[in-house]
């Protein structure tokens, strides 16, 4: 099979080879020696927190400006929401939502990961621009994305979740969530491994809030060391999950999405002085301070990039 075709995918728009060099090239002016802050770009209408605000191309290239203009060091851009009991998108009208976002941001130097569980667009979105595969779909992930990340090179965030969007909520039932979250995690690596990804490509996200309750998510931020020990880089999405809401809750009710920033910083920060590689952020300003000041503070080894 060649370079420029994988089942399932469609014809490819620009040749793997030339990807991997432009992703290698890119992703060496991240910046190094804290922590790294990505910004969460929805083009969704139905996204938990920030669902239609920017549907449209234009609000949505805008707000992609804004975050790399404010700091972000990537931008992650995603076009079907994964909220809990979110309806899925075909992944055609996921690539006309975000293929032309990707573009824009990529020629304004952005670096850009791509928020989706499926090959074809995470192949359409790497010929757009995007430098990082970020793919929420855990255990059920598309049989072909393990041969489309080992040809392009591309980073891959491999993010640990049990079921889908409908079913995940009924799948929090654990013994032990750290435990067994690591063991599925490891099993989901090997599989990756297996198919010809560099270990170095993949990059693990314990998956807060998808397939977890509150007190799951608590644990496994408890546990992030035991992630970072694997060797992988870690990257670690609280941003203003209901886990956060219902520590907030005020009169009986949890806090709304947008009251959970100060505390999503508080994470940030917390994670960022153990070791995490990145944070996954709506708030890009607060969670970059945040970040500044855990590494100025702390005595742990800055991540390694």
Known sequence: MSLGAIPGTGPATSPLPVIKKSIARTLADLPTGRTLVMGILNITEDSF??????????????????????????????????????????????????LPVITALAKAGAIISVDTMHTSTARAALAAGAHIINDVSGLTHEPDMPALIAQSGAPYVLMHRRGDAASMTTEANYTDVVAEVLTEMLKLRDTFVAAGVAPEQLILDPGLGFA???????ELLRALDRFTALGHRVLVGTSRKRFLGALLTVDGKPAAPGARDAATAATSALVAANGAWGVRVHDVPGNLDAVKVATALSATSVPAH
């Open 212 to 218: 977890k309750d509150h007190e799951h998510n608590w």
């Open 49 to 98: 927190s920030d669902g239609g605000k920017y549907a449209t191309t234009d609000e949505a290239i805008s707000h992609g400006l804004r975050m790399h203009y404010g700091g972000a060091d990537i931008i992650d851009v995603g076009g079907e929401s994964t909220r809990p009991g979110a309806e899925p998108v075909d992944p055609a009208v996921e690539q006309e939502r975000i």
